[in-house]
Each structure stands twice: as C-alpha cells, then as structure tokens.
C-alpha cells in the first residue's frame, strides 16, 4: 500500500511580525521638514527608539510632506479653511494622532497653536522645538529678534506644549553663541545644526521613559 505523502508545513517559514513597540510619533510641520528628517533619520539609524508613524502639515505644499512620502510614512495636509472652526479644525488633527495611534506629539517647525481638543487628548505628551533659549525671544521670529537684539548667546528649546506659544515646561536646552562675524544666515545655520540634534535627543530621554514632571519643572531621570 502506498504512503500517503506528507503534507507540506505551509505555516512553519511564514515570518509573522511582531508588533512595533516603539514611541510612535505624530509630527507636525509647516515648512521644509529638516527638523522631521533628522527624527526620521534618527529612527532610522536606530539611534532613536521611536517611529514616525504619520506627519502633519498646514501647508499643502510643505516639503516635509513630501519627506514623509519618500520615507513611507502617512503624509496628511489638514487646512484650516477647510473647517468651520478652529476647534473642528483641531478635532481633526486629534482624530488623526489618534487613528495613528501616536503616543507622542512632535511640533517641529509648526506655526500654528494647538488647541485644547489636542492637548487633552495627549497630556504631557505634546512637545515643541524653539529656536531660541525661552523664554527669550518667544515667537515666530526667534532666530531674526535675538540676532537684531545683540544677544551674545542664544540657543535651542525643546519644550512641553500648553495653550500658549512657548511657554510649556522645558525639557532640554543647549546654547549657541553669537560671534562678532555671524551673520542672520551663519547664525541661522548654527541653531538649525542644533535643532537637527537636540530633538531626537530630546524625543530619546521621553521614549526611555526618563522624563517627569513636577509642576513647570523636568526631571529628568539619569
């Protein structure tokens, strides 16, 4: 009598991912997107235990949408006229966060504030990137105002995000000195160079879980 021939493990080579634990990041963006790659490259490199899992942008012509696309990632442009209201407008940005499952809210060159449909929904976990030392020169002007101002010193914020332009708690700071030779544009080069590493940085410290805080003030766990 001939033997019944085996029957194939069809199950046995099939390779089932697991599912990614990492920080997923939800930011947002009104402009070129340079401070987005250096998080994404960041992630890439694996340097940063963390994953973009969808960028948002104000601007429907915003590059850094089109560096999401080229890195696989969920690119959404949300306009406001598009909306009766502010308030339907950020209900929109929530629903999106949320439909990504973001566990964390990266403002990297944003400029627009969020409203309180967004910051509830995330608490202590919206965050933003300043180009200057907060609480000076807060605003949209930073790197402009506090080169015209004369300061010898400026800088980079990384800060949590409340109701008010830059005024959130900050999380980590790191300086640039104004030379007798910059110029607006040298120094503009000099805080985006700081920018590009101390955001991934910053996104790292809370992914390791080493961030808390006490009133207006950061602990950070060492």
């Known amino acids: 009598m001939r033997e019944p021939e085996a029957t194939p493990d069809l199950w046995g080579h099939i390779d089932i991912p697991e599912p990614d634990e990492r920080l997923a990041l939800g930011v947002l963006i009104s402009g070129s997107g340079t401070n987005l790659q250096a998080v994404i490259d960041a ?20 590059f850094g949408l089109e560096r999401a696309r080229r890195a696989g990632i969920p690119a959404v ?6 909306y009766r209201d502010r308030d339907a407008y950020n209900r929109a940005i929530r629903e999106t966060l949320e439909e990504h499952e973001v566990g964390l809210v990266v403002m990297a060159g944003y400029m627009r504030l969020l ?30 105002d506090a080169f015209e101002y004369g ?10 995000a409340d109701e008010v332009f830059d005024r959130g708690p900050i999380i980590c700071q790191e300086a640039v000195r104004i030379e007798e030779d910059d ?5 503009e080069a000099k805080i985006h160079e700081v920018e590009h590493r101390l955001l991934p940085e910053a996104i790292g410290l ?9 009133g207006r003030i950061v602990r950070i766990a060492t």
């Not at 809370?206 to 006490?214: C, N, Q, T, Y």
């Open 43 to 62: 992630c890439a490199s694996e340097t940063l235990d963390a994953r973009v899992a969808v960028v948002i942008s104000n601007k429907s012509g915003a």
């Open 77 to 82: 442009h949300l306009d406001i006229a598009d």
């Open 115 to 144: 409203g309180s449909e967004v910051l509830e929904a995330f608490p202590g976990a919206v965050i933003n990137l300043h180009p200057a030392l907060l609480p000076s020169f807060a605003g949209a002007s930073a790197i402009r």
């Open 151 to 160: 300061v010898k010193v400026t800088g980079v914020t990384v800060h949590f």
């Open 183 to 187: 110029t607006l544009a040298t120094l």
């Open 206 to 214: 809370i992914a390791e879980g080493r961030v808390s805080l006490d």
